[in-house]
């Protein structure tokens, strides 16, 4: 089982970005997929989830109206469109699995990917 999250890197406040999170190894798409993210110093924060037939996702209220998480069930893959972006967003944003569709907890997300990296200037 493998999740690799890609697409981060430095963006100017204002700007968007997407990043892009690619499963393999299990049946992908029984699984509800989430993204957290870990700013310098702080505890690792629900972002956003999606659920495994993609309707409705939820986010924390930090992203809403800002991020939009989607998937692709045949490429395997759920996506993190993030706009208006701010320093505050700055962190290693990671994917996740999860069984449990309305969870933000970490502790009921069982399987990560190794995060990306974003960095938002002011």
């Known amino acids: 089982v493998q999740l690799q999250a890609f697409g981060g890197g430095l963006v100017q406040a204002g700007g968007s970005l997407r990043l892009s999170c690619v499963v393999s190894g299990w049946t992908y798409r029984s699984y509800n997929m989430g993204w957290f993210r870990q700013a310098p110093g702080k505890e690792r924060e629900f972002v956003g989830a999606?659920?495994?037939?993609?309707?409705?996702?939820y986010y924390a209220d930090s992203v809403k109206g800002r991020f939009t998480i989607s998937r692709d069930n045949a490429k395997n893959t759920v996506n993190l469109q993030m706009n208006r972006l701010k320093p505050e967003d700055t962190a290693v944003y990671y994917c996740a699995a999860t069984n449990f569709w309305g969870s933000r907890r970490e502790a009921d997300f069982g399987s990560w990917g190794q995060g990306t990296l974003v960095t938002v200037s002011s």
């Open positions: 999606i659920s495994w037939t993609g309707g409705t996702p």
